[in-house]
Each structure stands twice: as structure tokens, then as C-alpha cells.
């Protein structure tokens, strides 16, 4: 018996590290009321090494809607989609694993 492909923890290694639930990051998705029936949902927080034109064209044609990506100096990168999408879009993002469920913070519920 070959005790060669055996992994020992030392005492300094930290058993808590791969345990952790808390989120590593945090998406905000909100609503803002534009005028009238008007409103924009704004999705802020996600991770900067994801292609968020191409999550935008995907949640485009999902859900009929027209957006943008627009870059502000608070919250960074930020998705604008047209309409109240608040739930269609958590649900999205969790779905296709951009995210998951415990990282994504709803605004306005």
C-alpha cells in the first residue's frame, strides 16, 4: 500500500476556507422608476472577469426587451435593461450559473 497519493493537513492549514457561505460578491438587482408606467431594472455587482454584452444580448432576446451596459463611477459595470425585469433576471442569472442564489440581493421586495 503506496501511501504516496495521500494529502496530510497540517496544523496551519485553515479548515474553514472551503466552508465559508458567506457570498464572495454581491449583485444588486434594482428597480428605477423612470417617469409615468416607465421603469429600468439595473443589475451592479457582477464579477468583473464575465462578458456582460453577451449576458445582455441574452437576456435581450429572452425577454423582449431593449438595454445597455453603462459604466458608473459608485457601482462600476452596470447592466440597464428596460422594464421591471427584477425576477425574470435573478432567475437568469442563477439559471445559467452567473451567479448564485446567496450572492444576488433584490431591491424593492
Same mark, same amino acid.
Given at each position: ?5 495521500? /494529502?496530510? !493537513? !497540517? ?7 472551503g466552508?465559508? &457561505?458567506?457570498?464572495?460578491? /454581491? /449583485? +444588486?438587482?434594482? !428597480? ?9 431594472? &439595473? ?21 423582449? &426587451? !431593449?438595454? &445597455? /451596459? @453603462?459604466?458608473?463611477?459608485? +457601482? ?10 427584477? @425576477? ?12 448564485g ?5 433584490l +431591491?424593492?421586495?
Amino acid at each position: 500500500m503506496s501511501l504516496d497519493n495521500i /494529502v496530510f !493537513n !497540517n496544523a496551519t492549514d485553515d479548515f474553514d476556507a472551503g466552508d465559508s &457561505t458567506a457570498p464572495s460578491s /454581491v /449583485v +444588486h438587482i434594482r !428597480n428605477q422608476q423612470r417617469n409615468g408606467r416607465k421603469s429600468l431594472t &439595473t443589475i451592479s455587482g457582477l464579477a468583473d472577469d464575465l462578458d456582460l454584452k453577451k449576458i445582455l444580448k441574452y437576456i435581450r432576446k429572452m425577454y423582449q &426587451t !431593449n438595454g &445597455t /451596459v @453603462k459604466n458608473d463611477k459608485e +457601482h462600476g459595470d452596470v447592466i440597464q435593461v428596460q422594464g421591471d425585469l427584477r @425576477k425574470e433576471i435573478a432567475q437568469f442569472l442563477t439559471e445559467y450559473k452567473v451567479c448564485g442564489k446567496e450572492e444576488i440581493k433584490l +431591491h424593492g421586495y
